[in-house]
């Protein structure tokens, strides 16, 4: 199970383990949190009232502070599961869906011809359609596109990463969704 990691103000910061979310529990860093606790972590015994240490860790941890963020970024990384995720595993010229194995990373103008290995010219193709399609623009193939790439948003790319997101991180984060994402279909 992981923790989302939140900035004081609620922007998403990381996906990060129970063991690291204790720590900042441990050194009274957290600024709230949200959802009903998903794990208990018991430590040592006390010598003196002879209580054992608990830490009760929340699905959505804020934490106190300037929080160095990898995950803020004007455009999320891209990468051919975060790709097939955001296009639902559907080939953008058949329209059928198929297992991510089954799946290419498919660049509309093609990189041969000067295009971009970029979020906004890459799709999700089946291997048939993309050798169907070759290193020719779609129109030149007569393929055309059924759904149009876009950019994620910092919370999108943080379903995207392809977590066991909790219910209650996944209402969180879909709040800050825009409606028009394929996330919400």
């Not at 992981?2 to 383990?17: C, H, K, T």
């Not at 430590?43 to 240490?53: A, L, Y």
């Not at 219910?167 to 879909?174: T, V």
Request: proline content about 5%; some cysteine; hydrophobic content about 40%.
């Amino acid at each position: 199970m992981e923790v989302l990691q939140l900035d004081v103000s609620g922007r998403p910061q990381a996906w990060i383990s129970t063991r690291e979310a204790a720590v900042i529990y441990a050194s009274d860093g957290v600024a709230w949190t949200l959802g009903e606790p998903c794990q208990v972590l018991r430590g040592g015994w006390q010598r003196i009232t002879g209580q054992q240490s608990r830490i009760e860790v929340h699905p959505i941890v804020a934490v106190r502070g300037a929080v160095p963020s990898r995950a803020w970024r004007t455009t999320p990384a891209l990468t051919n599961g975060k790709l097939f995720v955001r296009d639902r595993f559907v080939c953008a010229y058949c329209g059928h869906h198929f297992a991510a194995e089954d799946l290419t990373r498919e660049h509309i103008h093609p990189t041969s011809r000067g295009g971009q290995d970029s979020w906004m010219n890459c799709i999700t193709a089946c291997r048939g359609c993309n050798g169907r399609k070759g290193s020719r623009l779609p129109e030149e193939a007569h393929m055309s596109l059924l759904y149009l790439p876009y950019v994620p948003s910092l919370h999108e790319d943080m379903i995207l990463r392809g977590r066991r997101i909790l219910a209650d991180q996944m209402e969180f984060l879909l709040a800050c969704v825009p409606r028009s994402s394929r996330l919400h279909a």
